[in-house]
């Protein structure tokens, strides 16, 4: 996944580093800033789906940028593979509760996905974790090999992250790989909503889960509440 944060700058719109980053307004009026980002889509499309398909998607990073903050200067925004689509946009408040109207009103105002586009107001799940390898620095990291010991408590989920790698990484990347597996398999919203507690486990606890496990448990928690699997150390 390839997530923007805010403004990228590039050549000569480089701000001088003594220069604080200026503050950008935030709209008072979410619906009509959601109208804006819309109309200003639909402007950009045909040069951003030309520049998607001669694989060059960078030539429109920084417009978006700029287009994603104009809605809310705090939302995330992610150019993906679709699940349904070919291409997927996804905007993120990262289960920011002040910035929910902003991506409530966008995906209200958002026209319906069709062949080429779908739209998504959080970070989706991958399909199938397991199929999924991470690239971080030197590193290859196949969240086939990520287990999990989970308590559920109350309709909320503690968890412990194992990966035979973790201990290579530096604690950056520990902390992505941490929650990078989590949100991949549950996608953003359910794991805001469902983990409470998310620790990394040293050594591999007993009584592990799969990443595909984790996500049918946590997914049947209406159904099965107060079930517990596994414990942490």
Known sequence: MRLFRRRQSSGSD???????WPDRPVPAD??????????AWFEMLPLLSAALGDREPQ???????????????RLHFALERGRRAIYALVISGQED????????????????????WEYHDSVPPVPDPTEVTVNL???????ADVRVVAQVDDQVVDVAIYHPMLAELDDAARTTMTFLPLDATLGERLAAERLR?????????EGT???????????????RPGESVGASD
Not at 14 to 20: A, F, G, I, N, V
Not at 30 to 39: H, R, S
Request: glycine share 2%; net charge negative; with cysteine.
């Open 30 to 39: 979410a619906e009509a800033a959601a109208v804006k980002f819309w109309q």
């Open 97 to 116: 509760p002040e910035l929910r109207p902003y991506t409530d009103a966008w995906k209200a105002a958002a026209p319906p996905d069709d062949a080429i």
């Open 59 to 73: 030539r429109f990073e920084h417009d978006l940028c700029l287009l994603v903050e104009a809605l809310h200067p």
């Open 14 to 20: 480089l701000p001088d580093p003594r220069t604080p």
């Open 197 to 205: 507690r998310v620790e990394t486990a040293s050594a591999e606890p």
């Open 209 to 223: 889960i799969s990443l595909l496990e984790l996500r049918e448990l946590v997914r049947g928690l209406d159904e």
């Open 137 to 143: 620095g030197e590193h290859r990291i196949s969240l």
